[in-house]
């Protein structure tokens, strides 16, 4: 960690009602990145990257985590330097000052976090639903739908209740999954399972490359936590402080998690059961301990852990869209803060479309992937802004990333990005979404100019 100069970042002690509370410390932020990371990417994709990879879904992780990690050390530098709401579309914003690529970048993150949400939502009203319930075919849409307008009431209620309460649903969801790898022990630990079938790739030659890079394209949905957490940093005590080790820790304790959990389904359960299932963690349990009554409580946590990823992504969103309202690249009333300073018309619009995709949407799985997509492409401009940035100073001390790793996550982004590595359709999805960002952001401009410029009150851009 390097500095510019030895001025500490400025942290705002006044009690502004214009203002986000700064109420997150470090402890709390380390589990806010841990909870989001630990959610419903391995509790329901862990089958989908099986199908990419085969057995060797651990390699698929470990790709995606790689990805994860060295874009972090650009979001650890940025955050640092402008400890500001909107993450990398504020980023990007300052690095490239083209306002319509701005308002881009914002959708873009903006529509990765609510269709991670609407996926997650779908996951609530799942296999695990019927796991808890018996219901063989439950209502997923109407399901998924209650669980986001839950989600938006703890949204609404304020930051600091969110994250309280995302330590309790973290702490849940860690349990689960060490259950999960106790039972690969035990199954080990007996003489069964197949531990042959983690080491077995599908295809061959140059379609072991494939199979690995496309089931890292999905499995890179279970790591976005990271990213979402930067969204925070105006709700953060000491954000040019603590996001780095938050960070880090949060990212290293996710990813020997998941390549545990990864290599104890492939071993337990055979691969054309773990592909078909939207619960493949519950067919874990139901093999590897079927005489212990715990399917229904597993459920019930798998649940759970999903819920987490739909709360912190909708924390997200309507941070983002906040902190870019207030930089005019939205329209202005997403700034507007409630009586309990949460940004609550960016809360209902997020809530909104979250709803509306999971109605819409005929292919549910294709929300992740399309997560994926869109936040890899903001990541190739987020490593790039990193490196265009360096050129321009602060007056307080922050971290510095060595320049070849910004350079090696903008290569892996752009290779991430290739047609090859996903299915056409998901392009398409993206391009529809952004195609209604370009609507929205044409409204915006025309609202605007007819709007008078900004005071300089406390609904002005805060200094960096």
């Given amino acids: 960690m390097t500095a510019d100069v030895s001025v500490p970042a400025p942290h705002p002690q006044r009690d502004d009602p214009h203002e986000l509370r700064r109420v997150i410390t470090r402890p709390m932020l380390i589990f806010f990145i841990l909870g989001d990371i630990l959610g419903a990417g391995i509790y329901s994709l862990t089958g989908q990257v099986g199908a990419e990879v085969g057995g060797a879904i651990w390699a698929s992780f470990l790709v995606a985590f790689v990805l994860a990690f060295l874009t972090a050390f650009a979001y650890m530098e ?57 219901v063989e075919h439950p209502p997923t849409i109407l399901i998924g739908t209650l669980a986001i307008l839950l989600v938006a009431a703890v949204n609404f209620w304020g930051v600091a209740e969110s994250i309280k309460v995302n330590i309790a649903i973290t702490c849940v969801e ?8 106790g039972v690969g022990a035990s199954v080990l630990a007996q003489g069964s399972g197949d531990p042959a079938a983690a080491f077995t790739f599908s295809g061959q030659g140059f379609g072991v490359v494939t199979g690995i890079m496309a089931g890292a394209a999905t499995a890179f949905y279970a790591f976005l936590g990271f990213e979402d ?43 054309d059961v773990l592909t078909t299932s939207s619960g493949p963690l519950l067919e874990v349990v139901k093999i590897g301990a079927p005489d212990l009554p715990v399917s229904q409580i597993f459920s019930a946590v798998s649940m759970v852990a999903v819920s987490n990823t739909m709360l912190i992504n909708m924390l997200m969103a309507s941070r983002l869209l906040y902190g870019m309202a207030r930089r005019d690249v939205l329209p202005r009333p997403f700034a507007v803060l409630s009586n309990r300073r949460t940004p609550w018309i960016a809360i209902a619009f997020t809530t909104a479309l979250s709803i509306l995709l999971m109605a819409t949407v005929s292919d549910l799985t294709d929300l992740s992937d399309t997560t994926v997509l869109l936040l890899t492409a903001v990541f190739l401009l987020v490593n790039i802004a990193a490196l265009v940035l360096r050129r321009d100073h602060v007056p307080h001390r922050h971290f510095r990333a060595p320049t070849v790793i910004p350079a090696l996550g903008a290569i892996v982004s752009a290779v991430f990005l290739l047609p090859f590595v996903r299915e056409a359709g998901i392009y398409l999805l993206a391009f529809w979404l952004l195609l209604g960002g370009v609507a929205l952001w044409a409204l915006n401009r025309l609202v605007v100019r007819r709007l008078p410029p900004r005071d300089g009150s406390a609904a002005a851009p805060p200094p960096a």
């Fill in 78 to 134: 940025l955050v640092t330097k402008y400890p500001q709401a909107a993450g990398g579309a504020l980023y990007c914003d300052r690095a490239y000052q083209i306002k319509f690529l701005s308002f881009l970048v914002t959708f873009a993150i903006m529509a990765s976090g609510v269709t991670s949400a609407s996926f997650a939502a779908t996951r609530v009203g799942g296999r695990y639903f019927s796991g808890l319930t018996g």
């Fill in 174 to 181: 860690l349990a689960g999954l060490l259950f999960v790898i």
């Fill in 229 to 271: 957490s930067v969204n925070l940093a105006e709700e953060t005590k000491e954000p040019s402080r603590d996001f780095p080790p938050a960070m880090i820790t949060g990212l290293l304790a996710a990813a020997v998690v998941y390549l545990l959990v990864a290599f104890t389904a492939a071993m337990v359960v055979p691969l």
